[in-house]
């Protein structure tokens, strides 16, 4: 079995994931973040 003490896949998943939702954050404070449009049953 291969040893995964090294491997960072799960850390760069969860920065990439943080970053876009930091972007986001970010729009939506400056009031520049387009409109979301929901759709309720």
Do not use: G, S
């Amino acid at each position: 079995m291969r040893v995964n003490t090294k491997d960072e896949t799960l850390k760069k998943n969860y920065i990439q994931k943080y970053q876009f939702l930091i972007k986001e954050y970010e729009l939506v404070k400056a009031k520049k973040h387009p409109p979301c449009h929901f759709r309720y049953a």
